[in-house]
């Protein structure tokens, strides 16, 4: 058994994709139109047929509540593996990224938090090889 598909809940799917592709740079892999929605993931360029990460709308009424308590304490929605956690927090900066934590070791584990734009925490982490 393996993870096919994972997802995040997003405000608007157009400006996440945006987000997702432009800024941390995945490639788009669906996008099927669904009524007002669409069925869009997004996958990474080093493994396009990995695990696909649908970009799902929040309308959904628990959403809100869910994700308002996770950012409020701070705690991710998901987590990317990175290379190098220092580097990639310098590059999104660049960009104009928020981070709601800097690059910090934890145990064999460096990780960074960022705010996704769409309503999420998002966290990078470099494991050691």
């Not at 788009?28 to 709308?57: A, F, M, Q, Y």
Request: net charge negative; glycine share 6%.
């Amino acid at each position: 058994m393996r993870i096919n598909l994972t997802s995040v809940f997003v405000n608007d799917q157009e400006r996440a994709l945006r987000f997702y592709t432009d800024i941390l740079g995945f490639e788009k892999k669906h996008d099927v139109p669904l009524g007002e929605d669409r069925w869009l993931t997004v996958v990474s360029p080093k493994d396009p047929e990995g695990t696909n990460l649908l970009l799902e709308p929040s309308s959904h009424p628990a959403v809100k509540p869910f994700r308002e308590a996770l950012v409020a304490d701070g705690i991710p929605f998901a987590s990317f593996d990175v290379d190098d956690v220092k580097a990639e927090y310098d590059r999104l900066r660049g960009l104009g990224v928020r981070f709601t934590q800097e690059p910090v070791e934890m145990g064999p584990v460096v990780t960074a938090v960022l705010d996704d734009t769409c309503g999420n925490l998002i966290q990078i982490a470099q494991r050691p090889l």
